[in-house]
């Protein structure tokens, strides 16, 4: 089983739709979570962290349910400019911080 | 504030060729990262530093070398170039905290032929 396991894609969505990804990790003992957008050839960027209590940014919002070991993203009313590869990130803590990344959900908003 | 910069851009290496990719980062992180990212893969962790003169392997280092001699600079050394070491490589660095974000450089594409 993968550490984080992601839906690749892709999702093809008219601008204007609501659009739902969704992850899920394999280790327990997880600490932070996030969820990280990718242009084309580009270097990946924080879209936003995820907290046990949800959170929200603008039309974007992140859940994480530790139970599940489950997290998703919802973006709302998309934009063409939401194209980009969304990548779900998990960090083991300790020492080290170190990430583990997901394959990343492939999101194509179509006008 | 350049964040975190690596050249080169692209590179072409012949097969058992060496080289250094380098990577720099000015707002003095102390945790500093490699990883590489082949197509249809998620990012895979080459090594690590977690200060100067501190550095240990991630999940993949087979073929890489590190120093981190000073705070700011990270490279990473190819040692003898397979075809299977052609990727996109990402440094990226972050202030420490599980709960910080992780700043990348804008990538080394690098071919082996």
């Known amino acids: 089983r993968k550490e984080v396991e992601q839906d690749p894609g892709p999702f093809n969505v008219p601008e204007g739709a609501t659009v739902a990804f969704n992850c899920t990790y394999s280790?327990?003992?997880?600490?932070?979570f996030f969820w990280y957008r990718q242009d084309c050839r580009k270097e990946p960027k924080l879209l936003m962290s995820?907290?046990?209590s949800g959170n929200e940014d603008g039309r974007f919002t992140a859940q994480l349910n530790r139970a599940s070991q489950y997290i998703s993203l919802l973006i709302r009313d998309s934009k063409l400019s939401d194209s980009a590869t969304y990548l779900c990130?998990?960090?083991?803590?300790?020492?080290?911080?170190?990430?583990?990344f997901g394959t990343g959900t492939l999101l194509a908003v179509q006008p | 504030n350049a964040g975190v910069t690596q050249t080169p851009k692209f590179r072409i290496l012949k097969i058992g060729q060496s080289m250094t990719l380098q990577c720099t980062q000015d707002?003095?992180?102390?945790?500093m990262y490699w990883y590489r990212q082949d197509p249809g893969m998620g990012l895979k962790l080459i090594y690590y530093?977690?200060?100067?003169?501190?550095?240990d392997k991630g999940e993949v280092p087979n073929g890489y070398n590190v120093s981190r001699s000073t705070t700011e600079d990270f490279p990473l050394r190819l040692e003898l170039a397979a075809p299977s070491q052609t990727s996109v490589y990402f440094c990226?660095?972050?202030?420490?905290?599980?709960?910080?974000?992780?700043?990348f450089g804008p990538g080394t594409r690098l071919t082996v032929l």
């Open positions: 990226a660095s972050q202030r420490g905290g599980s709960y910080n974000e992780q700043f």
């Open positions: 530093s977690v200060g100067a003169g501190i550095t």
């Open positions: 995820v907290y046990s």
């Open positions: 707002m003095n992180h102390n945790y």
């Open positions: 280790n327990s003992a997880s600490q932070s």
């Open positions: 990130v998990v960090n083991y803590g300790g020492a080290t911080n170190k990430l583990i």
